[in-house]
């Protein structure tokens, strides 16, 4: 808004209009995200989307799981977005923590009617 110097009430009347059209959508959070012509998302929680990876990448128990870093520039996510969801796969028993500064590994394989 401060780029463009407009009110928020202003981007908020803009977006309304713009999800009437079909053309953007309200996010968790109160945000929007505008939708791109074709685009298809996955509305998954992202603990979901990163379990995934563990079964596309076929890891075996033991293997090493990928930084939050990798992860957040995968899903387009924040660094701390992605942390809060590896904690969550952390509680659930999927992955194993190293603790702070070293290497996540996969505990578990998730079934995906596990997680259904």
Same mark, same amino acid.
């Given at each position: 808004?401060?780029?463009?110097?407009?009110?928020?009430?202003?981007?908020?009347?803009?977006?309304?209009?713009?999800?009437?059209?079909?053309?953007?959508?309200?996010?968790?959070?109160?945000?929007?995200?505008?939708?791109?012509?074709?685009?298809?998302?996955?509305? %998954?929680?992202?603990?979901? =989307?990163?379990?995934?990876?563990? /079964?596309?990448?076929? &890891? #075996? @128990?033991?293997?090493?799981?990928? !930084?939050?870093?990798?992860?957040?520039? %995968?899903?387009?996510?924040? =660094?701390?977005?992605?942390?809060? /969801?590896?904690?969550? &796969? #952390? @509680?659930?028993?999927?992955?194993? !923590?190293?603790?702070?500064?070293?290497? %996540?590994?996969?505990?578990?394989?998730?079934?995906?009617?596990?997680?259904?």
């Amino acid at each position: 808004m401060s780029e463009y110097k407009i009110s928020r009430g202003v981007a908020l009347r803009a977006f309304a209009a713009l999800h009437k059209d079909g053309v953007a959508e309200p996010v968790p959070g109160g945000r929007w995200r505008v939708v791109r012509a074709g685009e298809r998302a996955d509305r %998954r929680p992202l603990e979901e =989307r990163i379990a995934d990876v563990i /079964a596309d990448e076929r &890891l #075996e @128990a033991g293997t090493a799981f990928p !930084s939050a870093s990798v992860l957040a520039e %995968r899903f387009g996510v924040s =660094r701390p977005t992605v942390t809060k /969801a590896l904690d969550k &796969l #952390e @509680a659930a028993g999927v992955l194993a !923590s190293g603790g702070q500064g070293r290497v %996540r590994t996969v505990r578990a394989v998730p079934n995906r009617e596990e997680r259904s």
